[in-house]
T-cell receptor, first 110, second 110 residues
């Protein structure tokens, strides 16, 4: 079992709809979780991080964490074509090391 | 804003050459990381460093070494480049636990 798993997609969502991206992790002791966005040909950029169970909102983005079920998700409301990218889920391992999922490719259709 | 720069965006080398990839950050971060990113395999950690002259192996250190003589600079060295080291190489700098990525170096080994 991979440490961090994501559906590679592609996930296609109409403009204005909610995009839902999911991630599961295997280490029950994991404490910190991150979502990065990566445009084609560019490097990853941090969107959000979440440490506590529940929801964390930042503008159109909401991260959801459920430690009992070992999953973390990212919701994008009012999806825009500019949201089309690959979204990487990452989990802290040890003090500083990030373990990344393979990423989900998201396409927003106008 | 955090700025992480990498010495080259594109690099072409021949099998057996010694290759140096340089990374510089301007935010006085203690932690720096080298990843490679390949289609279908995601981001994989090669080496990381917590401080000057300190280094730790990541998940795929074979065929690579690193050097950190100054806090702001972290170098990745391919002692004898091979074709299976053709990849996108990403450097990151960390204000724990968030990591900030450089633009990447696409290395091709012929």
């Amino acid at each position: 079992q991979k440490e961090v798993e994501q559906n590679s997609g592609p996930l296609s969502v109409p403009e204005g709809a909610i995009a839902s991206l999911n991630c599961t992790y295997s280490d029950r002791g994991s404490q910190s979780f991150f979502w990065y966005r990566q445009y084609s040909g560019k490097s990853p950029e941090l969107i959000m991080f979440i440490y506590s169970n529940g929801d964390k909102e930042d503008g159109r983005f909401t991260a959801q964490l459920n430690k009992a079920s070992q999953y973390v998700s990212l919701l994008i409301r009012d999806s825009q074509p500019s949201d089309s990218a690959t979204y990487l889920c990452a989990v802290i391992q040890g003090a500083q090391k990030l373990v990344f999922g393979q990423g989900t490719r998201l396409t927003i259709n106008p | 804003d955090v700025k992480v720069t990498q010495s080259s965006r594109y690099l072409v080398k021949r099998t057996g050459e010694k290759v140096f990839l340089e990374c510089v950050q301007d935010m006085d971060h203690e932690n720096m990381f080298w990843y490679r990113q390949d289609p279908g395999l995601g981001l994989r950690l090669i080496y990381f460093s917590y401080d000057v002259k300190m280094k730790e192996k990541g998940d795929i250190p074979e065929g690579y070494s690193v050097s950190r003589e100054k806090k702001e600079r972290f170098s990745l060295i391919l002692e004898s480049a091979s074709t299976n080291q053709t990849s996108m190489y990403l450097c990151a700098s960390s204000l724990a636990p968030e990591q900030f990525f450089g633009p990447g170096t696409r290395l091709t080994v012929l």
